[in-house]
């Protein structure tokens, strides 16, 4: 059974800091999702990263995946107070070709930025 | 991009009652749609999955004859809460793949309140 942690799970940190969120997968799997999700709202694809040593970049979030350690890490730089949201990773399982496969998602880390 | 057009977004109902949320894929075929259910503070708890055409797939613990899931055309999907209960309220998300990319999209959501 695939297995997906997130941690933290809950982080507080001053504007302008530098955080990163990790998340561990239990099985191989070939890609990782990242999304986030602000109150009362639905999910927001954030990344997709498809291979080993993928890394993406979007403004102040950055993402990667490091496949033989069944490790992705969303780095957050010099945060801001609209990134406050939750954020999940979510993985598929390893024989996964597409999208057609159920995803298994983190418990979810709530970040918070303070000013 | 691909988008998921979901309704209601939210819906209060009294117990005993069912209730139906629509999921449409705007611009693409959904060839298999995903639907979860989310209490606050929590993740995303996949309920099914259902494929065009054919009977969804419920995860374990998710009582199929309450929770009815219709996937009539590539472009529609249906969830029904029959007899909903106020233990039955919750936040319920689906999501489509089948859209450009290896990515899912997911639905804004519906919150149900049953009382």
């Known amino acids: 059974e695939l297995k997906v942690e997130q941690n933290p799970l809950f982080l507080s940190m001053q504007e302008g800091k530098n955080y990163t969120i990790y998340c561990n997968y239990s099985t191989t799997s070939d890609r990782l999702y990242w999304y986030r999700q602000d109150p009362g709202k639905s999910l927001e694809s954030l990344f997709v990263?498809?291979?080993?040593?993928a890394v993406k970049q979007e403004g102040r979030l950055m993402a990667s995946l490091d496949t033989k350690a069944r490790l992705s890490t969303l780095h957050i730089t010099a945060a801001v107070h609209d990134l406050s949201a939750t954020y999940f990773c979510a993985v598929p399982p390893a024989e996964s070709g597409g999208s057609n496969y159920k995803l298994t998602f983190g418990k979810g880390t709530l970040l918070t930025v303070n000013p | 991009g691909a988008v998921v057009s979901q309704h209601p977004s939210w819906v209060i109902c009294k117990s005993g009652t069912s209730v139906k949320i629509e999921c449409r894929s705007l611009d693409f075929q959904a060839t298999t749609m995903f639907w979860y259910r989310q209490f606050p503070k929590q993740s995303l708890m996949l309920m099914a999955t259902s494929n065009e055409g054919s009977k969804a797939t419920y995860e374990q613990g998710v009582e199929k004859d309450k929770f009815l899931i219709n996937h009539a055309s590539l472009t529609l999907s249906t969830l029904t809460v029959t007899s909903a209960h106020p233990e039955d309220s919750s936040f319920y998300i689906c999501?489509?793949?089948?859209?450009?990319?290896?990515?899912?999209?997911f639905g804004s959501g519906t919150r149900l309140t049953v009382v």
């Open positions: 999501s489509a793949s089948g859209g450009a990319g290896s990515g899912y999209t």
């Open positions: 990263l498809l291979s080993n040593g």
